[in-house]
């Protein structure tokens, strides 16, 4: 046989091996799809669709929620008695097709099935989430209508179990209970007929007003405690109060008590009405105003009841401190007439010591009358308070300005002595400081010790003119006092540094001998510093011109005397 006739069989045997080994290949895998298929249909199959529409259907809706569930019902019941069946046959014709290998046939086929499969998954997806919405919406309406009746029943059993705590509002609170259990009468009715949109609307509305009902019945009761309990205790305790407060004489500097309770009253009956119209929010706010008054007429007892202690308590000493005072008073008239014969007294004192004996005359009439009033008032106690206090203060302003008054009249004569002691005694010094200058056997007395000496004496002089005569003018004797004091210590230590001066200018120009010999400067500053002062008198000056030529060959010896004078120095004994 020719080998090219071999090779053509051999090729012709190797292509139809390579196509039976493909043939079943595709036909491998044809299989696997068809059983994953098979394998998807009956996981549908066997999803717990059954049991959810049994559950849904236990349920017994009504309405539209009924019709949604048949709907839903019948599409499952086409699905599995139909749908599924349509889809075994398929994959039954399927398979036929896979074994005869007419793989196209068998291609269209598995796709077909693929595609019915989804479909049908997705069919029970919304068969499933419909029942679970239908289930879930009458759960929610199941709770609502339970919530609303559980609502309705505690407002029922609230009325029933407190009646007292609602007062007059209790036959409007019964009335609007009935209303709301017509309602609920209305929306079974229209539930039960299929008209379940039309019933949910009612339910709204018994709702709202329930929960508008339940509000109102909150504050009902704390409003009817007010104006059925808290005021009329209130008004009774003030009524009660004010009875006894007469008795005891007391008055009020309001005159219209009496119609201050008839007016609350009257506010309490209005407002009364306000709560059993429901009209909650203006009978909060005057309730806080029946309040108002009430505290008013509290404070206004209180501030009575408060005073009239205090009127007591002030009256017990008030009398003998304003004799004190007026006692004080005339000793001061008396003490200033005695004094003014000898001194010339502030007429703004004199003046200030007549308004204070009037002003007492007429707190005298004031505190008299008052603590009279206290037994038998003919004023409120308060007022009487008010004028006991002011008068207690104004006594007090009193005494502290006649301590005032009593030192300055004091200081009159204590003042006289004084000055009489320091002109004596400056006239001494003057005498003294005369000597003690004589002693120093000065070349010359300075022009400016001379001056100060004869101010200080006419000072001193005119000081003794004041006090000779026969009504002394203590704030002239004062001023001149001050005057001659001031020029006495200064002429004092004038008299000091002229002394120093004089006395060191003596031991430095003898000792500049040491030096005079054979330092010019030393010989020429003696010369100077010895004319000044046996010729000038300016000891000071010479003082200086002789130290600081010393200081310039010898320093610190000028320093050095000083400290020396100072340690020996002789006080001028008065």
């Given at each position: 046989?020719?080998?090219?006739?071999?090779i053509?069989?051999?090729?012709?045997?190797?292509?139809?091996?390579?196509?039976?080994?493909?043939?079943l290949?595709?036909?491998?895998?044809?299989?696997?799809?068809?059983?994953?298929?098979?394998?998807?249909?009956?996981?549908?199959?066997?999803?717990?669709?059954?049991?959810?529409?049994?559950?849904?259907?236990?349920?017994?809706?009504?309405?539209?929620?009924?019709?949604?569930?048949?709907?839903?019902?019948?599409?499952?019941?086409?699905?599995?008695?139909?749908?599924f069946?349509?889809?075994?046959?398929?994959?039954?014709e399927?398979?036929?097709?896979?074994?005869?290998?007419?793989?196209?046939?068998?291609?269209?086929?598995?796709?077909?099935?693929?595609?019915?499969?989804?479909?049908?998954?997705?069919?029970i997806?919304?068969?499933?989430?419909?029942l679970?919405?239908?289930?879930?919406?009458?759960?929610?309406?199941?709770?609502r209508?339970?919530?609303?009746?559980?609502?309705?029943?505690?407002?029922?059993?609230?009325?029933?179990?407190n009646?007292?705590?609602?007062?007059?509002?209790?036959?409007?609170?019964?009335?609007?209970?009935?209303?709301?259990?017509?309602?609920?009468?209305e929306?079974?009715?229209?539930?039960?007929?299929?008209?379940?949109?039309?019933a949910?609307?009612?339910?709204?509305?018994?709702?709202?007003?329930?929960i508008?009902?339940?509000?109102?019945?909150?504050?009902?009761?704390?409003?009817?405690?007010?104006?059925?309990?808290?005021?009329?205790?209130?008004?009774?305790?003030?009524?009660?109060?004010?009875?006894?407060?007469?008795?005891?004489?007391?008055?009020?500097?309001?005159?219209?008590?009496?119609?201050?309770?008839?007016?609350?009253?009257?506010?309490?009956?209005?407002?009364?009405?306000?709560?059993?119209?429901?009209?909650?929010?203006?009978?909060?706010?005057?309730?806080?105003?029946?309040q108002?008054?009430?505290?008013?007429?509290?404070?206004?007892?209180?501030?009575?009841?408060?005073?009239?202690?205090?009127?007591?308590?002030?009256?017990?000493?008030?009398?003998?401190?304003?004799?004190?005072?007026?006692?004080?008073?005339?000793?001061?008239?008396?003490?200033?007439?005695?004094?003014?014969?000898?001194?010339?007294?502030?007429?703004?004192?004199?003046?200030?010591?007549n308004?204070?004996?009037?002003?007492?005359?007429?707190?005298?009439?004031?505190?008299?009358?008052?603590?009279?009033?206290?037994?038998?008032?003919?004023?409120?106690?308060?007022?009487?308070?008010?004028?006991?206090?002011?008068?207690?203060?104004?006594?007090?302003?009193?005494?502290?300005?006649?301590?005032?008054?009593?030192?300055?009249?004091?200081?009159?004569?204590?003042?006289?002595?004084?000055?009489?002691?320091?002109?004596?005694?400056?006239?001494?010094?003057?005498?003294?400081?005369?000597?003690?200058?004589?002693?120093?056997?000065?070349?010359?007395?300075?022009?400016?010790?001379?001056?100060?000496?004869?101010?200080t004496?006419?000072?001193v002089?005119?000081?003794?003119?004041?006090?000779?005569?026969?009504?002394?003018?203590i704030?002239?004797v004062?001023?001149?006092?001050?005057?001659?004091?001031?020029?006495?210590?200064?002429?004092?230590?004038?008299?000091?540094?002229?002394?120093?001066?004089?006395?060191?200018?003596?031991?430095?120009?003898?000792?500049?001998?040491?030096?005079?010999?054979?330092?010019?400067?030393?010989?020429?500053?003696f010369?100077?510093?010895?004319?000044?002062?046996?010729?000038?008198?300016?000891?000071?000056?010479?003082?200086?011109?002789?130290?600081?030529?010393l200081?310039?060959?010898?320093?610190?010896?000028?320093?050095?005397?000083?400290?020396?004078?100072?340690?020996?120095?002789?006080?001028?004994?008065?």
């Open positions: 046989m020719p080998t090219g006739t071999i053509l069989i051999v090729s012709i045997v190797i292509i139809l091996i390579i196509a039976y080994v493909a043939c290949i595709v036909r491998k895998r044809n299989d696997n799809l068809l059983v994953a298929l098979e394998e998807r249909k009956e996981e549908l199959f066997n999803l717990p669709v059954n049991e959810e529409v049994e559950a849904v259907k236990a349920l017994h809706l009504i309405g539209q929620s009924q019709v949604s569930f048949r709907e839903w019902n019948q599409k499952w019941v086409d699905l599995s008695l139909n749908s069946a349509d889809i075994e046959n398929h994959i039954f399927a398979e036929g097709y896979n074994n005869a290998f007419r793989f196209v046939s068998a291609k269209n086929a598995i796709d077909s099935i693929e595609s019915q499969i989804d479909l049908i998954e997705e069919d997806a919304s068969i499933r989430h419909g679970m919405e239908l289930k879930e919406q009458e759960e929610k309406n199941s709770g209508v339970k919530h609303a009746l559980n609502l309705f029943d505690s407002l029922q059993e609230a009325v029933r179990e009646p007292d705590s609602y007062g007059e509002t209790l036959p409007e609170l019964e009335k609007q209970l009935k209303n709301i259990e017509v309602e609920f009468s929306f079974v009715m229209l539930n039960s007929s299929g008209d379940p949109i039309e949910s609307e009612i339910l709204d509305k018994a709702e709202e007003h329930m508008a009902l339940n509000q109102i019945m909150d504050r009902i009761p704390s409003l009817i405690e007010r104006v059925t309990k808290d005021f009329p205790e209130q008004l009774e305790d003030l009524e009660s109060g004010y009875r006894k407060l007469v008795e005891q004489n007391y008055l009020f500097t309001e005159a219209n008590i009496e119609s201050q309770f008839q007016n609350i009253r009257v506010s309490i009956r209005e407002n009364t009405a306000l709560i059993v119209s429901f009209d909650l929010d203006a009978a909060e706010a005057e309730n806080e105003g029946i108002a008054k009430i505290d008013h007429l509290y404070k206004v007892f209180n501030r009575e009841i408060e005073a009239n202690k205090e009127a007591v308590k002030i009256s017990k000493n008030l009398p003998k401190f304003l004799e004190h005072v007026v006692q004080n008073t005339q000793l001061l008239d008396e003490e200033s007439q005695r004094l003014n014969a000898t001194y010339l007294l502030a007429d703004s004192k004199l003046s200030r010591i308004q204070l004996k009037a002003r007492l005359e007429s707190i005298e009439i004031v505190v008299t009358e008052s603590v009279e009033d206290i037994e038998n008032p003919q004023v409120a106690y308060s007022i009487l308070e008010e004028r006991l206090d002011h008068s207690l203060a104004s006594l007090k302003e009193i005494e502290e300005e006649q301590l005032v008054l009593a030192d300055y009249l004091k200081s009159q004569e204590l003042s006289d002595n004084t000055a009489r002691k320091k002109a004596t005694l400056y006239i001494n010094k003057l005498h003294t400081l005369k000597r003690y200058m004589e002693k120093r056997n000065l070349p010359g007395i300075p022009a400016e010790f001379l001056t100060n000496f004869f101010r004496s006419d000072h002089e005119a000081l003794i003119a004041e006090l000779d005569y026969k009504r002394i003018n704030e002239v004062n001023r001149l006092l001050e005057n001659a004091t001031y020029d006495m210590n200064q002429l004092e230590e004038l008299a000091y540094l002229i002394v120093q001066n004089a006395t060191l200018t003596e031991q430095l120009l003898q000792y500049s001998n040491r030096y005079r010999s054979f330092d010019e400067s030393v010989q020429k500053a010369n100077r510093s010895l004319s000044i002062f046996e010729k000038d008198f300016d000891y000071q000056a010479a003082f200086e011109e002789i130290s600081f030529a200081e310039t060959v010898e320093p610190g010896v000028t320093e050095r005397f000083v400290r020396s004078y100072e340690k020996t120095r002789e006080a001028i004994r008065y």
